[in-house]
């Protein structure tokens, strides 16, 4: 893998462009990225990083994307809350051409890959989580990292001499330590606002429904020796769903390729090859009364402002609706809403 590949943008539902990046062949597989924290032009500089995207990239595509205002995706000052993060995963999804994708997810991903499995089941094969845990705020709460993410705003360059050790443990694999902090302080320092926005809308970073919801098979991986991590966290999420599994790896540091890589990716594609061949969950897509109602206007032609007025709400409402619509619909624009309700009068 280059240290450098050719970028792509697609554009969210909320006419934001998000920039993607795909690498090797076969079924896709989204890695989605730590929210606030990633730019992953100056990721693909450090060659762990490279390596695992190259594992993972054993017989199939790996996309991977920067969240709004982060990294090389537009929408600078933009609210970094699970909505938004729903629409770009929703366009990066949709950017791969296939009707299902596979999804990787970390730590503070989960939340938004779990969530978008329970809406979406039709589109998500299946879930590789690593460290995951459903709610964010319940499992910050009264713990360390309550304050060390407020430092990520105050002291950027204090904050990564502290992550350090967490991030990389006992460094088993040999990473190259300085390479790693000068990378972690470039991707903090290159868009702060966006630390500022995620800690700010971090409550919203939690799965809406039950756990039980979820049908995509889920693998669920822990390095064993991580004590300020809560191994029970991510217990509830593997129990959680309908058909998970909890894999321990031997390890101390949070990242992946801080322990045994060749033995994770062999876990991982293991997982992900067995249900290369299965399709996946279907879900009868069911809107509610009013976004019903706002879909039937779409269709008979009548403008934003005509529908706020026939239902008595305002345009800002009226586009929160299609927002919404556009992704349990998995349409991009009104003509194809439009075709839509035709195809399901009982929706």
Known sequence: MSRSLPVEFVETTDGVSIAFWSYGAGPPLVH????????????????????????????????????????????DGQALNLEAALRDLHAVVRATGSASVDLYATSAASPLALEF?????????????????????RWARDRPVAGIRQLMVGDVRRWVAMMTPFFLGSNRAGVDREAF??????TALDHPEAHVSFIEHSKSWRVRGPLGDIRAPTLVLVHDGIAEFPYAASREVAWGVRDGQLVSLPGDGFLPFAGDVKATLAIINEF??????????????????RQREVALLVARGL??????????????????????????TDVSNRTELAAWVTRNPDA
Do not use: C
């Open 303 to 328: 403008s934003n402002a005509e529908i706020g007025e026939t239902l008595g709400i305002s345009i800002h409402t009226v586009v929160r609706h299609l927002s919404r619509i556009y992704v349990a």
């Open 117 to 137: 499995a329970r809406l979406e089941p039709h589109r998500v094969r299946q879930l590789v989580l690593w460290h995951p845990f459903a709610d964010w705020e």
């Open 181 to 186: 902090e000068t990378l972690m302080t470039k």
């Open 32 to 75: 989605l990225p730590t929210p606030s924290l990633v730019h992953t032009a100056l990721v693909l500089g450090l060659d762990e990083h490279r390596a695992w995207f190259e594992g993972l990239a054993d017989h199939r595509t790996v996309y991977f994307f920067d969240f709004r205002g982060s990294g090389q995706s537009a929408g």
């Open 272 to 289: 992900l090859a067995r249900g290369a061949s299965s399709p996946p969950p279907r879900a009868r897509v069911r809107l509610t009364t």
